[in-house]
């Protein structure tokens, strides 16, 4: 090969590149910044079988990333494989790439890695005394000589980028390396369930989780208690897939998706088939810009997924998508509605609390780990809470109690309400609080503020209810009863309402007349640019219909599908429940309130109006003495 170095202005000669050159440019597609290396050596630890897996770093990892683990170890003459492209212990023959079961196979990290940085492997296999140590300086390879040590292998990563000053300074700050890089200790830890990990930054411990912790044991470990008690548990196995983990209650969701986390037979994955199941499993209860949060691991014969989709091995391709779907969306539906939908009202307590006396932006995220963000053209936001009693219940330290002493009251609720929830602390706000409905009798007295929210007491606190997103949830739920047993009760109107739309909306509603039929709303052709509504579904009350016209061709033009798909459905049905409910505004009499209160325990969430606002905030005494600074 010449040595004279090709400038670009030459006629081509074309020649192979050096090997350091070659691994260079492999690295660019695999090492990005440390992160990526911690995730390449910490695969090839648990490749190895080990049950414990430490990594320390300094700079976050742009100095150091060491990986130290028990596995199976190498010798010698793995050693001086090791670093050489496309050379794996894990694959033998092509056909071994339809059933990968490890989580590395392509032999390109350690040789990418090397062309990189400074690096050292020290290991012993087991049985052997002694263990070797082998240098690679960025492709400079040096002979394995003989070094002590424990069992297992340790592998070091100096400088990254030494030698590719461009790359180095793409690395952002150490602070923020060094989270991507606990990111994926993190997520390897709630991966690999029998394995410990350590993480340690300039010599600190940062994260510790013993090989004995179980999956929520881990998540709490993490992401705190709060979390992991609210987490309702996913299990199922319909003898192909299998799917284990847990779901979070929609408040927790996020606008990223760094806690929703998929194993794949033990690999982490993001796919996105997997992120559109869990959206859809969140449907109706979620604000469709928020991303879920779940742990779930499922597991598969390895022969039905491509892993080899992507040289970080993120991406997957599963054989049989359809069925994959509608296994997992099975499993998830019924344990998120499981999940507990309840507003707490601490959080927002503690918002308003923390920012000058009462005031509270309400685009800001609403709820301390939001679970919601309000929208400001759903009428006003309920998180406002400086407007709603305000003065009656923080200010004056009179909050009506209904004519009751405090003590009074919670003893004798108490009584009726029974031990359920002897045993919450003030801790477990929000979680599976109080909504034991077989049992609460709603004794009232209930009281109305402006015509627009609910206030009731609870044994062990109160809540505050929007009466119009609790309805709407009513009319909702009903609706899409009558609408799955096909049967939906028709009120026909005895003047049609003529609906004034465009053309397009009206071409739209007339191609859909006989689906629409099927869900209630009855239309027929008026003029070029009108329709006539000659019936709707009997369950609307106050309807609105040229609104609810409106709204199903606009729904339709968006959507571009039929109204007998599902998610069709659900649109139409939420707005038509929203058009038809009890209005903020409308004055309730006390059996009113009851009536409504009694059908929304009925349902199997109360908690959220179709549209993921919360129906109902919950303060308890916790938050009470909180918010008055008696604890
Ligand atoms: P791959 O993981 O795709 O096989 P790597 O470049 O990451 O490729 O690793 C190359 C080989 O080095 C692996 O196949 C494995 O045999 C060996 N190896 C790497 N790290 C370890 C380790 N921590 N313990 C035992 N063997 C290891
Ligand atoms: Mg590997």
Same mark, same amino acid.
Not at 200 to 210: F, L, Q, V
Not at 346 to 366: F, I, M, S
Not at 389 to 398: F, L
């Given at each position: 090969?010449?040595?004279?170095?090709?400038?670009?202005?030459?006629?081509?000669?074309?020649?192979?590149?050096?090997?350091?050159?070659?691994?260079?440019?492999?690295?660019?597609?695999?090492?990005?910044?440390?992160?990526?290396?911690?995730?390449?050596?910490?695969?090839?630890?648990?490749?190895?079988?080990?049950?414990?897996?430490?990594?320390?770093?300094?700079?976050?990892?742009?100095?150091?990333?060491?990986?130290?683990?028990?596995?199976?170890?190498?010798?010698?003459?793995?050693?001086?494989?090791?670093?050489?492209?496309?050379?794996?212990?894990?694959?033998?023959?092509?056909?071994?790439?339809?059933?990968?079961?490890?989580?590395?196979?392509?032999?390109?990290?350690?040789?990418?890695?090397?062309?990189?940085?400074?690096?050292?492997?020290?290991?012993?296999?087991?049985?052997?005394?002694?263990?070797? @140590?082998?240098?690679?300086?960025?492709?400079?390879?040096?002979?394995?000589?003989?070094?002590?040590?424990? @069992?297992?292998?340790?592998?070091?990563?100096?400088?990254?980028?030494?030698?590719?000053?461009?790359?180095?300074?793409?690395?952002?700050?150490?602070?923020?390396?060094?989270?991507?890089?606990?990111?994926?200790?993190?997520?390897?830890?709630?991966?690999? %369930?029998?394995?410990?990990?350590?993480?340690?930054?300039? &010599?600190?411990?940062?994260?510790?989780?013993?090989?004995?912790?179980?999956?929520?044991? @881990?998540?709490?470990?993490?992401?705190?208690?709060?979390?992991?008690?609210?987490?309702?548990?996913?299990?199922?196995?319909?003898?192909?897939?299998?799917?284990?983990?847990?779901?979070?209650?929609?408040?927790?969701?996020?606008?990223?998706?760094?806690?929703?986390?998929?194993?794949?037979?033990?690999?982490?994955?993001?796919?996105?088939?997997?992120?559109?199941?869990?959206?859809?499993?969140?449907?109706?209860?979620?604000?469709?810009?928020?991303?879920?949060?779940?742990?779930?691991?499922?597991?598969?014969?390895?022969?039905?997924?491509?892993?080899?989709?992507?040289?970080?091995?993120?991406?997957?391709?599963?054989?049989?998508?359809?069925?994959?779907?509608?296994?997992?969306?099975?499993?998830?539906?019924?344990?998120?509605?499981?999940?507990?939908?309840?507003?707490?009202?601490?959080?927002?307590?503690?918002?308003?609390?923390?920012?000058?006396?009462?005031?509270?932006?309400?685009?800001?995220?609403?709820?301390?780990?939001?679970?919601?963000?309000?929208?400001?053209?759903?009428?006003?936001?309920?998180?406002?809470?400086?407007?709603?009693?305000?003065?009656?219940?923080?200010?004056?330290?009179?909050?009506?109690?209904?004519?009751?002493?405090?003590?009074?009251?919670?003893?004798?609720?108490?009584?009726?309400?029974? &031990?359920?929830?002897?045993? %919450?602390?003030?801790?477990?706000?929000?979680?599976?609080?109080?909504?034991?409905?077989?049992?609460?009798?709603?004794?009232?007295?209930?009281?109305?503020?402006?015509?627009?929210?609910?206030?009731?007491?609870?044994?062990?606190?109160?809540?505050?209810?929007?009466?119009?997103?609790?309805?709407?949830?009513?009319?909702?739920?009903?609706?899409?009863?009558?609408?799955?047993?096909?049967?939906?009760?028709?009120?026909?109107?005895?003047?049609?309402?003529?609906?004034?739309?465009?053309?397009?909306?009206?071409?739209?509603?007339?191609?859909?007349?006989?689906?629409?039929?099927?869900?209630?709303?009855?239309?027929?052709?008026?003029?070029?640019?009108?329709?006539?509504?000659?019936?709707?579904?009997?369950?609307?009350?106050?309807?609105?219909?040229?609104?609810?016209?409106?709204?199903?061709?606009?729904?339709?033009?968006?959507?571009?599908?039929?109204?007998?798909?599902?998610?069709?459905?659900?649109?139409?049905?939420?707005?038509?429940?929203?058009?038809?409910?009890?209005?903020?505004?409308?004055?309730?009499?006390?059996?009113?309130?009851?009536?409504?209160?009694?059908?929304?325990?009925?349902?199997?969430?109360?908690?959220?109006?179709?549209?993921?606002?919360?129906?109902?905030?919950?303060?308890?005494?916790?938050?009470?003495? @909180?918010?008055?600074?008696?604890?």
């Amino acid at each position: 090969m010449s040595s004279k170095h090709p400038s670009s202005a030459q006629a081509g000669v074309i020649r192979a590149l050096p090997e350091v050159v070659r691994n260079q440019i492999a690295a660019g597609e695999v090492i990005e910044r440390p992160a990526s290396i911690v995730k390449e050596l910490m695969e090839n630890s648990l490749d190895a079988g080990a049950t414990h897996v430490q990594v320390d770093l300094e700079e976050g990892g742009s100095m150091l990333v060491r990986v130290i683990d028990d596995g199976v170890g190498m010798n010698g003459a793995d050693l001086m494989m090791a670093f050489e492209s496309h050379a794996t212990s894990k694959l033998r023959e092509a056909g071994d790439l339809d059933h990968i079961s490890s989580l590395g196979f392509r032999g390109e990290a350690l040789a990418s890695i090397g062309s990189v940085a400074r690096c050292a492997i020290y290991s012993r296999p087991r049985g052997d005394d002694i263990g070797l @140590r082998i240098e690679n300086e960025g492709g400079r390879i040096q002979d394995p000589v003989d070094a002590g040590g424990p @069992r297992g292998t340790t592998i070091e990563i100096r400088d990254l980028f030494y030698n590719t000053p461009a790359r180095r300074r793409f690395l952002k700050r150490p602070s923020t390396e060094l989270s991507r890089c606990l990111e994926v200790v993190q997520r390897m830890a709630l991966g690999h %369930l029998n394995v410990g990990f350590v993480a340690t930054h300039n &010599g600190k411990r940062n994260y510790d989780i013993e090989a004995s912790m179980d999956l929520p044991a @881990r998540i709490r470990r993490t992401f705190g208690a709060e979390l992991s008690e609210s987490l309702v548990p996913v299990e199922a196995d319909d003898g192909m897939f299998k799917i284990f983990g847990y779901v979070a209650p929609p408040r927790f969701a996020r606008r990223d998706s760094a806690r929703q986390m998929w194993f794949l037979n033990g690999r982490m994955v993001k796919d996105k088939v997997l992120v559109r199941v869990l959206k859809e499993a969140y449907r109706g209860y979620l604000d469709p810009g928020r991303q879920p949060v779940a742990f779930l691991h499922l597991s598969m014969d390895p022969a039905l997924v491509d892993v080899n989709v992507h040289p970080a091995k993120a991406e997957v391709r599963f054989r049989e998508d359809r069925r994959v779907f509608a296994f997992l969306l099975n499993s998830l539906r019924s344990a998120v509605a499981q999940t507990d939908m309840a507003t707490p009202g601490e959080g927002l307590l503690r918002k308003a609390l923390n920012r000058d006396g009462y005031v509270h932006h309400p685009g800001q995220g609403a709820i301390h780990d939001p679970g919601y963000l309000p929208r400001p053209s759903e009428g006003r936001p309920i998180t406002e809470i400086r407007e709603v009693p305000g003065k009656p219940y923080v200010g004056g330290g009179s909050f009506p109690v209904y004519g009751r002493p405090a003590s009074a009251l919670s003893e004798g609720d108490n009584a009726t309400v029974g &031990g359920g929830h002897a045993g %919450l602390g003030t801790d477990a706000v929000g979680a599976g609080l109080l909504t034991d409905g077989a049992v609460d009798t709603l004794p009232g007295p209930f009281l109305q503020i402006d015509k627009t929210y609910i206030v009731r007491a609870l044994p062990d606190g109160f809540e505050v209810i929007d009466q119009h997103a609790l309805h709407e949830r009513i009319t909702y739920e009903g609706l899409l009863r009558e609408v799955q047993n096909g049967s939906v009760e028709v009120q026909r109107l005895l003047v049609p309402e003529v609906v004034e739309v465009s053309r397009a909306e009206k071409a739209l509603l007339e191609e859909h007349k006989d689906a629409l039929a099927k869900i209630g709303i009855e239309i027929e052709p008026f003029g070029e640019t009108a329709v006539a509504l000659q019936g709707m579904p009997s369950r609307l009350r106050h309807p609105d219909p040229m609104g609810l016209v409106r709204d199903v061709a606009e729904i339709l033009a968006t959507t571009g599908k039929s109204p007998t798909a599902a998610d069709v459905i659900e649109e139409v049905l939420h707005s038509a429940a929203c058009r038809s409910s009890v209005m903020a505004g409308d004055a309730l009499t006390d059996d009113a309130i009851r009536s409504i209160l009694q059908r929304g325990k009925q349902l199997e969430n109360d908690q959220t109006c179709p549209h993921s606002r919360p129906t109902r905030v919950r303060f308890t005494l916790g938050d009470l003495e @909180r918010a008055f600074h008696r604890k």
